[in-house]
């Protein structure tokens, strides 16, 4: 067996290479999983909306629930992963969904009208969604998210 030879001192000559790729190194895989950590927790936060959109809407969907409570349930849902403050919820009327002709990726749900789910006659479709800035709720606000919005919605027929 082949030893190293010692300096006068009694150290190996590749004591300094641990440190140094320790120190290439590290930094590398700390920054790996704190992306990791930041990615996981994105998806848990789209998982939360998207939940808090389809049990609201479940929730509309019962003959004598106001649109007031539709929100306040969506709200309960997010605030079990965030604070609900941080969340806004619309419920809009979604009747344009019904034509033929609607593309709804280019369907803006802020901008259609307001519905009050009390007064909505039987079948009138209604969108709940539920969206927060990314900023607002992140463990780390990462540079490449400055502007990311997640959102959950889910489209449901009154009862």
Known sequence: ???LKQNPVGMDRRDGTTIVETAVILPVFLIFLMALIEFGH?????????AAAKDAARYG?????????VIARAKQRVNGAFKSSKAT???KDA??????????????VSSLPDIELN????RHLFIVRVHVPYNDVAIMPPWWAKNLTLHGESVMRHE
């Not at 994105?42 to 998207?50: E, G, P, Q, R």
């Not at 969907?61 to 409570?69: D, F, K, P, R, S």
């Open 1 to 3: 067996m082949r030893r």
């Open 42 to 50: 994105v998806f848990m936060c789209n998982a939360t909306l998207t």
């Open 61 to 69: 969907a019962i003959e004598g629930i106001t649109t007031a409570q």
């Open 89 to 91: 919820v619309y419920v």
């Open 95 to 108: 009747e344009s969904f019904e034509d033929s002709d609607t593309n709804a990726a280019s369907v803006a």
């Open 119 to 122: 007064d909505a006659e039987d």
